[in-house]
């Protein structure tokens, strides 16, 4: 038996070990079964501009902080809030690193903005 070790194969092996399947560009999150918690995504949803997966973000946020997800309005593009969250969290990203934000949250305007749950 051989192994596709092209970047498409690693890709498929990576994304079958994490979701239980191979995230194929065609597929929604909303389709896939997580057996460890991680889902597909769509490459139409990552912002290129501030290096982030937009519709996973606001999942994770309506999820869990809805109060912090209504005022921020990430499925809105020309949204002045929306820029203003992504800039500020690439922002802290640069200055603490994805970890440190990742464990401590953020801050913005009124919001603390946890990023993990544990």
Do not use: N
């Not at 937009?54 to 809105?76: K, N, R, Y």
Request: include cysteine; proline fraction near 3%.
């Amino acid at each position: 038996m051989t192994t596709d070790t092209s970047e498409r194969g690693l890709e498929s092996i990576i994304c079958t070990a994490l979701t239980g399947s191979a995230c194929d560009q065609d597929m929604i999150a909303s389709e896939t079964k997580p057996q460890s918690g991680w889902l597909c995504g769509s490459p139409h949803d990552y912002d290129r501009e501030y290096c982030a997966d937009v519709a996973q973000l606001s999942a994770f946020l309506h999820a869990t902080q809805l109060e912090v997800a209504d005022s921020i309005i990430l499925g809105d593009r020309s949204s002045p809030s929306r820029r203003k969250f992504l800039s500020r969290l690439q922002g802290e990203i640069t200055k603490r690193g994805t970890i440190d934000v990742l464990r401590k949250g953020m801050e913005h305007g009124p919001h603390h903005i946890d990023l993990f749950y544990g």
